[in-house]
């Protein structure tokens, strides 16, 4: 599988944006699930660091990341608690949570906005597939497989 993305086919669909620390990110709508309230997530003893914990959701028990700390952000809180958000992203029968600061707009990118991100040293889990410029800044477009390190789960499974 090539890691390198093709840019028309991020370009032909549409990306839900959310915000973490200020920057902008923004992942395929056709992998969200839903957005629900912020909740107080079961923590789950020897998880990984960004792993706030499982909530119940309709039934269904859903890992719940931090979002800044996923992507190696500032770990301060949001400065409009109310605002914040988890994103549920859905990946085959998968389905992860991330809690965000702000859920933001709905993108659809053009071709010529979109390149592929600056290289990261030491980030074989880098989620981020390609940037786009967007209001004088850019927007992050995230891969929801190595965001949620499903691709690793996947493979042990195999």
């Known amino acids: 599988m090539s890691l390198v993305p093709n840019i028309e086919i991020i370009a032909r669909e549409p990306w839900l944006s959310f915000q973490l620390n200020g920057q902008h990110y923004a992942v395929l709508l056709n992998q969200v699930s839903e957005v629900i309230r912020d909740c107080v997530p079961t ?3 020897g998880a990984a660091a ?3 914990g499982v909530c119940h959701l309709r039934g269904n028990i859903v890992p719940v990341m931090d979002g800044r700390r996923r992507l190696s952000l ?3 809180a949001p400065s409009d608690p109310a605002s914040v958000r988890i994103v549920v992203f859905a990946h085959d029968t998968h389905r992860v949570g991330l809690r965000v600061d702000a859920v933001g707009d709905l993108l659809q990118p053009k071709v010529e906005a979109i390149e592929l991100p600056p290289a990261r040293s030491g980030r074989v889990d880098d989620p981020v ?3 786009m410029g967007w209001q004088g800044g850019f927007v992050a ?3 929801v497989v190595r965001l949620c390190r499903l691709n690793q789960e996947l ?3 195999a």
Do not use: M
């Open 43 to 45: 923590p789950v003893p």
């Open 50 to 52: 960004d792993l706030l």
């Open 74 to 76: 500032d770990h301060t």
């Open 129 to 131: 597939q390609a940037v």
């Open 141 to 143: 477009l995230l891969d």
């Open 155 to 157: 493979q042990d499974v």
